[in-house]
């Protein structure tokens, strides 16, 4: 089982408003990350460190963290951002590294 | 720019060992600790192993402690991964992936990816 949960699926229309979340007792500790993944390709970094996004990827993408819930949110999301999303952080040891189960968005 | 190359994967059976490498270039590889993250078919990302970035220590996930080794070659900027006792449910795309902090201890987060190499364990 998961130390990271994610929903299995969200899915919204274009321009609207998508919120992928994240749980996991570790998280009031450690950072959270979050991963894109379109298929066929290997994952992308669209947040790190809780809500720092890299200066590559569009500022619709944020991050957020609070208690044991992080959520990725994509403000106006578009068909091209269809892709599964993957939370990452450590597990309670500390000293593994550990992935959420995976959410699949689908925009249309 | 950066690139990691992964190669070794294959068909192998039940029992026996695969040796995956990891060609990294564009960047001080010996300042970087380097992951292995792998995916079955159809399903999610998992979290395989950590290399410091002189190679001294390693960390593993849970499910290979004991069956995976994780080492480098810093002369030759390549990453390896053994597997050992392969499993079929070893089966899936192999990612190395090279951690964003410079000269950390600690696995931290993977900021590059390599496209993969496939490992399917079949007798």
């Known amino acids: 089982s998961y130390e990271l949960t994610q929903p299995p699926s969200v899915s919204v229309s274009p321009g609207q408003t998508a919120r992928i979340t994240c749980s996991g007792d570790?998280?009031?500790?450690?950072?959270a990350y979050w991963y894109q993944q379109k298929s066929g390709q290997a994952p992308v970094l669209v947040i790190y460190?809780?809500?720092k996004r890299p200066s590559e990827i569009p500022e619709r993408f944020s991050g957020s963290s609070s208690g044991t819930l992080a959520t990725l949110t994509i403000s106006g999301a578009q068909v091209e951002d269809e892709a599964d999303y993957y939370c990452?952080?450590?597990?309670?040891?500390?000293?593994?590294?550990?992935f959420g189960g995976g959410t699949r968005l689908t925009v249309l | 720019q950066v690139q990691l190359v992964e190669s070794g994967g294959g068909v192998a059976q039940p029992g026996g060992s695969l040796r995956l490498s990891c060609a990294a270039s564009?960047?001080?590889?010996?300042?970087?600790?380097m992951h292995w993250v792998r995916q079955a078919p159809g399903k999610g990302l998992e979290w395989v192993a950590f290399?410091?970035?002189?190679?001294?220590?390693?960390f593993y996930g849970d499910s290979v402690r004991g069956r995976f080794t994780v080492s480098r070659d810093n002369s030759k900027n390549t990453l390896y991964l053994q597997i050992n006792s392969l499993r079929v449910e070893d089966t899936g795309l192999y990612y190395c992936?090279?951690?964003?902090?410079?000269?950390?201890?600690?696995?931290?987060?993977?900021?590059?990816w390599g496209k993969g190499t496939a490992v399917t364990v079949s007798s």
């Open positions: 992936a090279k951690d964003f902090h410079l000269e950390e201890l600690l696995p931290y987060y993977m900021d590059v």
């Open positions: 564009g960047f001080k590889f010996n300042s970087y600790g």
């Open positions: 290399v410091q970035p002189d190679g001294r220590e390693t």
């Open positions: 570790v998280l009031p500790r450690k950072n």
């Open positions: 460190e809780d809500r």
């Open positions: 990452y952080s450590t597990d309670r040891s500390g000293y593994q590294r550990v």
